[in-house]
């Protein structure tokens, strides 16, 4: 199974300013995707982090507020853009690989504690 | 637009009873997962369901699958506090993107 780490595991931040969340995978994993739990809530698929092209954004979800990269198979950060504090979430990265119980699974990384004041 | 919807959201219950937490959703999928979800932690994965009439169980849970009613039940058998979290069914579709419920908060009382 995949092994999935984050970077910052948390963080609080001033309006208006930028964070970039660091996902890396113990291996080369063609899907990877991007979600925010909001407090309290379920969670919400921002995009789907495509390797070599532009990043795949749901319903509600824009490349400018939330840019995303994907430089190689095993690596991908999402930026929080100019945030304000509706951006307090946790995002977390996730990504489809092959699992011991299942051809493939999606894991979850640890996520990232973000807080906006 | 897909929907997912869990119920019961909170459950509280005795420890050594049963029950049920039920997953409806609205189109067609192949595949559908149940997580678990400590406080302050991220999700740790369940159980895939992955065809019509699925039953997979470990432990004290057991979950199962009916795609021709778009029902999926996660059963617990004589709970324990240890069981004790939130509790998400997540529904899978195209380009693997996956939809999620409500999330179910379960606490196992002594």
């Known amino acids: 199974s995949a092994v999935i780490s984050q970077k910052p595991s948390r963080d609080i931040c001033q309006r208006g300013t930028s964070l970039t969340i660091q996902c890396q995978v113990d291996?080369?994993?063609?899907?990877m995707f991007w979600y925010r739990q909001q407090p309290g809530q379920s969670l919400t698929l921002i995009a789907t982090?495509?390797?070599?092209?532009?990043?795949?954004?749901e319903s509600g979800f824009v490349i400018d507020k939330f840019p995303i990269s994907r430089p190689n198979l095993t690596f991908s950060t999402l930026t929080v853009s100019n945030m304000s504090p509706e951006d307090s979430s946790i995002y977390l990265c996730?990504?489809?690989?092959?699992?011991?119980?299942?051809?493939?699974?999606?894991?979850f990384g640890p996520g990232t504690r973000l807080t906006v004041l | 637009e897909l929907k997912v919807e869990q119920n019961p959201l909170f459950l509280s219950m005795q420890e050594g009873k049963n029950y049920t937490i039920y997953c409806n959703y609205s189109?067609?999928?192949?595949?559908l997962y149940w997580y678990r979800q400590d406080p302050g932690k991220s999700l740790e994965s369940l159980f895939v369901?992955?065809?019509?009439?699925a039953v997979k169980q470990e432990g004290r849970l057991m979950a199962s699958l009916d795609t021709k009613a778009r029902l999926s039940t996660l059963h617990i058998t004589a709970a324990v506090h240890d069981l004790s979290a939130t509790y998400f069914c997540?529904?899978?579709?195209?380009?693997?993107?996956?939809?999620f419920g409500e999330g179910t908060q379960l606490t196992v009382n002594p």
């Open positions: 996730s990504v489809a690989a092959p699992g011991h119980r299942y051809r493939y699974e999606q894991f």
């Open positions: 291996s080369q994993v063609t899907m």
């Open positions: 982090a495509n390797q070599g092209s532009e990043a795949t954004y």
């Open positions: 189109t067609t999928s192949d595949r």
């Open positions: 369901l992955l065809s019509n009439g």
């Open positions: 997540a529904v899978e579709t195209s380009g693997s993107r996956l939809t």
